[in-house]
């Protein structure tokens, strides 16, 4: 009788993104600065997640997406809401996982070795304040165990913010209405 290694890995990864829970919640602590939590944020998920080549987190700013806090590469600065994996994901307001960003129609190519990607959009009271994308230079990294983890980190950074603390959202409210 053959055992599956499957279960195995999901329970690793599942006690991977507990720890970095746990992680996140010591680091974050009471600190309610959006900027140095998102910065801290993707500095724990960059060194702790194995095989990705890009963190980090895209503000919402007068419509669009903006650069923030982020560990690998450059990257672009300014993506249209709508546009590529993280634009999809702000337009929708849903977490997007790809398995092959060259099969991802208007794909957004900051690394050229990226070749999978999940982008977790960040709400606050139901509205998009921020994503946090996820890059890996291996196909088909991210899946649904990674949607659970990732989802419950962003949960967890944005109820770490002071309300006054966070962006200020009534241009993109306004917009949106």
């Not at 921020?130 to 088909?140: Q, T």
């Not at 962006?167 to 917009?175: F, V």
Request: net charge negative; proline share 5%.
């Amino acid at each position: 009788m053959s055992v599956s290694s499957q279960p195995q890995t999901i329970k690793a990864k599942q006690a991977l993104y507990q720890e970095l829970l746990e992680k996140l919640q010591q680091l974050i602590g009471n600190e309610t600065d959006f900027v140095a939590n998102a910065a801290n944020t993707a500095a724990l998920l960059f060194h702790s997640l194995p095989d990705v080549n890009w963190v980090g987190f895209y503000f919402l700013r007068g419509g669009e997406l903006v650069l923030g806090p982020f560990q690998g590469k450059p990257a672009c600065v300014r993506i249209a809401v709508g546009r590529g994996v993280c634009g999809k994901a702000a337009a929708s307001m849903e977490t997007v996982i790809v398995p092959d960003v060259c099969q991802f129609p208007g794909h957004i190519a900051c690394d050229p070795e990226s070749k999978s990607e999940i982008a977790v959009p960040l709400l606050n009271w139901g509205h998009l304040i921020a994503i946090l994308d996820v890059d890996s230079a291996k196909l088909n990294r991210f899946d649904e165990d990674d949607q659970e983890g990732l989802e419950t980190l962003a949960s967890v950074f944005v109820g770490s913010q002071v309300t006054e603390d966070l962006p200020d959202l009534s241009e993109e409210l306004a917009q949106s209405s």
